[in-house]
């Protein structure tokens, strides 16, 4: 209820004209530590995703403290996964606790039902502490704007019209046209603005490539005579909110995601008519770190200063040195142990109380501190964090390796591997790309489906191992580890390999790792994707079906025959699938049901649900001999006799009961030739159940007499009953 | 300027039936007592543009047209009639006159616009960009009478009408999406991979193709004789070229040569692309990326500005519109020189006693006006008799004409030689040539003509 009070007082005073009111309420923020993904899974079993250093300082600090400089003066920390590692960290690095020097008040709000940033904007509405408009934002974002500007339009649409719920912080990013993807590894979103208002009337995020176009209602078109689609945006995923979205949320409990649900139900929910306004930021920067590509191209951001003063040698945290700035974009600590002969390329930042060896190389890297770093190592694009030991002659090349790993020496890790915390790799074993590697085994109740992104890291403490962690492990379904010497690897140390689970791919499957891991996209993936391109050039400009002219070409016409093939021997599957159900006991009304719903779905005649479930019964019946070795025509009796009620009700023109004999012709003569020596004497049972009547046979005979002589096999074959069916009939008209 | 003009002036039109006649083709039918064709040809001449076909739907039209065009504009401009089959298209009439041209670049304007957008201004651009197509879009007229006087009840949520959907790229130079005809009440789709390609697309509603292109003239020729079924310009073949903007082979669709083309293309499109993963390209890069590459067309599109008039004959309700704008909103357009009442009153035509022409009115040589009539926003053609007591509003009244007394007519067309009896009522009516309307009848929103005429 005081909940209620309060938004109504709040909503108000942003209607009314009162500027003095609305400069005094405090500007707050609701910042998210918990992204409610899986994405950087093994890490993230073991520490929350906020507290992973970035450029050796933890994500949350770089959030924090841009909100503190952006004149947020009050910041609601809502903590689901690792709740108590973020509080404590919070508390260590000033932000909470004892009254500091600081501006901005933080605030940790923990909850632990919460699967998803829904479920987290509805505790913050019962806790009733935000009273105005807020910044809603991830702890996982790296941003140095300005906030006033967007801030005061926000105020001024609010001002003009209440409905203005949200602005969304976008930023220029061309998507590749290969991979679509942006190069923080985000997938390409298309989304129409109107050029005037900058109001946000189509948003597509996660793009359906299988989609050729993008579909805009037209009753978008009829109230925004002009409007720009755009796929060249970058979602910043820093929204300025007004009090409305938390009762939204509250609302319309089934809101999830803050893209997926929020906004395209307010862009589709037209009674309501809430608005979202976008806010193109040009020269500052906003980046979301949601995956490992985006990880590494923020990383390589700081380093090169795009986001002051974001960056290494401002932004110092804890109890840490002071890092300086070399030439070339290099940062070392003041402490750091580096032999003479070892070379630190550009780009990199060596942490403190790291010791290099000879001969070593680093380049485009991050090295964390207290590393331990042997001779002739060579370290490329990697992320390397604290207390790891890397022995002499290892190889790291665009890896992620996560605090205390043992890497002994003569070790190659390829490209796009994760180390997650002390996991161990033997002597010269190689990991290969892409590669997982966890001292905690894959949660196995996990599968991919999209619906548990939000079901998950939430547990905070996950399932203690049901094996010794400390095992070599191998996982069957996935390529193991190699030794490059196997058997003198064995003689040596006993135990070879990688100590630790190594995780079969996630949520995206093997062949998509490459899209949003560390390492850059292969070569021939990009070769493979250029073809792919180049390929569908041809039908994607063609078959512009809103354009298509009246008259259609020839080549058309034979595409859209194909697609109609494709689709019948689709919809005979699904079909044969229902089946297959109703063998399991289905009742027969609700097949029937089914059937016609499929046959809507795919837009067939009446006609092709005949020949389909025939197909079906067929099958059935052959499936059923085989497995129980029974004679296959008793089986076809068995099953026509079972289901010639069914099949009635689609065999109610003559038409149909051809379709029944020439889908049979069909089987007997490519599908299933099992059926082919039984084709006369199943004919006559076919007329028996009067499944088929003598007219559909007499006429099916008729049609067959000018066909090839390939073609008559099955007239002839029966050809006794058709004169038999013949005679009768003439008897009867003698009659 | 090497540069082919193709007007096409259509030719008895049913849709501005009983308008056109036998007699007075489309082309030539009278826009403030002008032939509408003689808009387009001035506008051609002052563009320099004097290499001009004129083509004409039917042998008897293109006779009049002919003749009219050869007097009117002897020694200034060449022009050539050309008569084609009625009812082959727009596409079909291009086809029938494809081997007479010979310049590189081709300039088909439809001869029912009435515009103060420079075709020499749209050639230039469609030059400079090295365009296939390049299409003249312009700002969608409002149409309806506009003033509150004769305003019926279902002008009153006037909205533009949406004629076309065009998107355009951020330079506004490119045509990248073309809906017209009946798809444009639709949702509008548009390819993902246009999208992709230029990374921001413009998507309007309220620009109108105006039926004024430049072509490259072996696209153009390719195009007609590839795809023999295309009827229309505006409905066929510039949405074909607008689709097929972004494949690899222009003319010929067989996958052969389009996999040669494509593989060729691969190192220096995967360089670019692999380049676009890091770097934000430039908006020039698209030129290159999608539009240099394995010989694509190349569509632009010339936005006339919001101030330039510019509006198709295609319509009886576009006929009343023109004729009041271009003697009253757009007088600009016709040549006249106004009083200072705002109006044009030829001197020989003379007035009765207190007869008052009100502003934004034009009366033609040789006609007389009786006592006490009243006439306003309408245009009276050459020697019609009109008797007393008679009121004209917002009407068009043609040639010879003859109007008894105590007529009223508000918001319609008269066409030639029509007598109008005493007290004879019009009420947004369009008559035909040479009907008659009989003393004292009424009507109102009807079309009269002579039964019978043609068959």
Not at chain 2, 282 to 298: C, E, H, I, N, W
């Amino acid at each position: 209820m005081s909940q209620k009070k309060s938004r109504g007082g709040g909503g108000g005073a942003a209607a009314g004209d009162d500027p003095e009111e609305l400069s005094r309420s405090p500007l707050q923020a609701v910042l998210l530590a918990d992204s409610f993904t899986l994405k950087f899974r093994p890490i993230t079993l073991e520490r929350p995703k906020v507290l992973l250093p970035l450029v050796n300082v933890p994500m949350i600090e770089y959030t924090l403290s841009w909100l503190e400089s952006a004149g947020v003066e009050e910041v609601f920390v809502f903590c689901c996964a690792h709740a108590l590692q973020v509080k404590e960290h919070l508390e260590k690095a000033g932000w909470t606790g004892k009254p500091t020097a600081r501006e901005m008040a933080v605030t940790a709000v923990e909850s632990h039902d919460a699967v998803s940033a829904g479920d987290a904007l509805r505790v913050m509405y019962g806790r009733g502490v935000i009273h105005g408009d807020f910044v809603l934002i991830s702890g996982d974002t790296i941003s140095n704007m300005d906030l006033k500007d967007a801030l005061q339009e926000h105020k001024d649409r609010r001002k003009k019209d209440p409905l203005a719920v949200m602005t969304m912080i976008i930023k220029y990013s061309k998507p590749s046209t290969l991979t679509h993807q942006t190069r923080l590894g985000n997938d390409e979103i298309v989304m129409a603005v109107d050029p005037e208002t900058k109001e946000l009337l189509y948003y597509e995020d996660r793009a359906d490539s299988s989609q050729l176009y993008v579909t805009i209602d037209k009753d978008i078109l009829a109230s925004n005579p002009t409007l720009q689609l755009r796929n060249n945006m970058e979602d910043c995923y820093i929204d300025i909110c007004s009090l409305e979205v938390l009762s939204l949320f509250t609302d319309n409990f089934d809101y999830q995601h803050l893209r997926r649900h929020f906004v395209k139900g307010l862009l589709v929910d037209d009674i309501m008519g809430y608005k979202i306004y976008t806010h193109e930021i040009r020269s500052s920067y906003a980046a979301r770190i949601d995956n490992f590509r985006s990880y590494d191209t923020v990383s390589k951001d700081i380093i090169q200063r795009w986001t002051y003063p974001m960056v290494p040698d401002v932004l110092s945290f804890g109890n840490c040195q002071e890092i300086k700035l070399h030439r070339q974009g290099i940062y070392k600590a003041s402490d750091v142990t580096l032999l003479h002969s070892a070379q630190i390329g550009a780009n990199s930042v060596v942490g403190n109380a790291t010791s290099i060896g000879e001969n070593c190389e680093i380049s485009n890297s991050v090295i964390g501190e207290g590393c331990n770093i042997g001779k002739n190592v060579l370290i490329h694009g990697s992320y390397i964090w604290d207390n790891a030991i890397i022995e002499d002659g290892c190889k790291v090349s665009n890896s992620l390796v996560c605090d205390g790993v043992h890497l002994r020496s003569g070790a190659i890790v390829e490209p796009g591997c994760i180390l997650s915390f002390k996991v161990e790799v033997g002597k010269n074993v190689v990991v290969p790309a892409y590669s997982k590697v966890a001292l905690l085994p894959q949660p196995s109740n996990e599968d991919s489906d999209e619906e548990l992104e939000y079901a998950d890291t939430n547990s905070g403490v996950t399932d203690s191992p049901r094996y010794p962690p400390f095992s070599s492990m191998r996982s069957a379904d996935h390529p193991t580890v190699l030794s490059e010497d196997d058997d003198l690897e064995a003689s040596e140390t006993g135990a070879c390999g990688v100590v630790g689970y190594i995780w079969a791919s996630a949520d995206t499957g093997i062949q998509e790792e490459w899209r949003q891991s560390i390492a850059p996209i292969p070569k021939d993936k990009l070769e493979e994707l250029q073809h792919a391109a180049s390929v569908d050039d041809d039908d994607g400009s063609e078959d512009d079906l809103n354009n298509r002219p009246a008259v259609l070409d020839r080549d058309d016409d034979s595409d859209v025959s194909a697609v109609e093939e494709d689709d019948y021997s689709k919809f005979e599957k699904e079909v044969e699938e229902t089946f297959q159900r109703a063998l399991d006991g289905i009742h027969q009304d609700n097949l029937i049901l089914e059937i016609n719903a499929l046959r809507l779905s795919y837009n067939l005649q009446h006609v092709d649900c005949a020949g389909a479930l025939f197909h079906s019964v067929m099958r059935g019946a052959l499936v059923t001999a085989q497995s129980t070795n029974g004679s296959l025509l008793k089986t076809t009796a068995d099953a026509l006799g079972k289901w010639k009620d069914l099949l009635h009700n689609y065999t109610k023109t003559v038409d149909e009961e051809m379709e029944i004999l020439l889908k049979f012709e069909e089987m007997c003569q490519e599908t299933t030739k099992e059926f082919s020596p039984f084709f006369s004497k199943i004919l006559p049972y076919l007329y028996d159940k009067e499944v088929v009547s003598e007219d559909a046979i007499l006429r099916w005979a008729e049609e067959k007499e000018n066909a090839d002589e390939s073609d008559k096999v099955f007239v002839k074959q029966s050809e006794a009953f058709i004169l038999w069916l013949k005679e009768a009939e003439e008897e009867d008209d003698e009659e | 300027m090497d540069f082919q003009v193709v007007v096409l002036a259509g030719g008895t039109s049913e849709k501005l039936s009983p308008l056109v006649s036998k007699d007075v083709p489309k082309a030539l039918l009278p826009v403030a007592n002008r032939p509408v064709l003689s808009y387009v040809l001035d506008l051609l001449e002052a563009s320099d543009l004097k290499d001009i076909i004129v083509v004409v739907e039917g042998q008897e039209a293109a006779r009049l047209v002919g003749a009219w065009a050869s007097s009117a504009y002897l020694d200034r401009l060449l022009v050539e009639v050309v008569a084609v089959p009625e009812d082959i298209g727009t596409a079909g009439a291009l086809r029938a006159i494809s081997r007479r041209l010979a310049a590189n670049d081709v300039l088909v304007i439809s001869g029912d616009l009435v515009t103060d957008v420079l075709p020499g201004a749209v050639a230039a651009t469609h030059r400079r960009n090295g365009a296939a197509v390049t299409a003249l879009l312009c700002s969608v007229p409002v149409s309806g009478p506009s003033d509150a006087a004769s305003s019926g009840g279902k002008d009153k949520a006037k909205k533009p009408a949406r004629l076309n959907i065009v998107g355009l790229d951020i330079t506004r130079q490119f045509l990248l999406h073309i809906v017209s005809g009946t798809d444009v009440e639709k949702d509008v789709r548009v390819n993902k991979k246009k999208v992709r390609a230029v990374g921001e697309m413009e998507i309007r509603s309220d620009l109108m193709d105006a039926h004024l292109y430049a072509f490259k003239r072996t696209t153009l020729q390719d195009i007609l004789e590839e795809k023999e079924a295309y009827r229309s310009i505006r409905l066929e073949v510039l949405p074909y070229l607008v689709r097929s903007q972004l494949r690899s082979s222009p003319s010929s669709g067989e996958g052969t040569t389009v996999d040669e083309i494509g593989n060729a293309a691969v190192p220096f499109n995967s360089h670019l692309q692999y380049l676009s993963q890091h770097r934000i390209l430039a908006p020039s890069a698209f030129k290159k990326d999608l539009l240099s590459t394995g010989g694509t067309y190349r569509c632009c599109v010339y936005i006339a500005s919001k101030s330039k008039y510019c509006h198709r004959l295609n319509s009886i309700q576009a006929y009343c519109d023109i004729n009041r704008d271009v003697v009253g909103d757009a007088s600009h357009l016709s040549s006249y020189s106004f009083s200072a009442q705002n109006n044009i009153i030829h001197p020989s035509s003379v007035l009765g006693s207190k007869t008052t022409i009100g502003p934004q009115c034009m009366l033609a040589e040789g006609s007389q006006l009786g006592d006490k009539c009243s006439v306003k926003r309408s245009v009276i053609g050459r020697h019609c008799r009109i008797g007393s007591n008679v009121k004209i509003v917002n009407s068009v009244v043609m040639n010879h004409v003859v109007i008894e007394d105590g007529c009223h007519i508000q918001g319609s067309v008269v066409c030639n030689n029509v007598q109008l009896q005493e007290r004879a009522i019009l009420k947004d009516c369009q008559v035909g040539a040479g009907y008659i309307v009989t003393a004292g009848s009424e009507h109102k929103a009807d079309s009269l003509s002579k039964k019978v005429e043609r068959f």
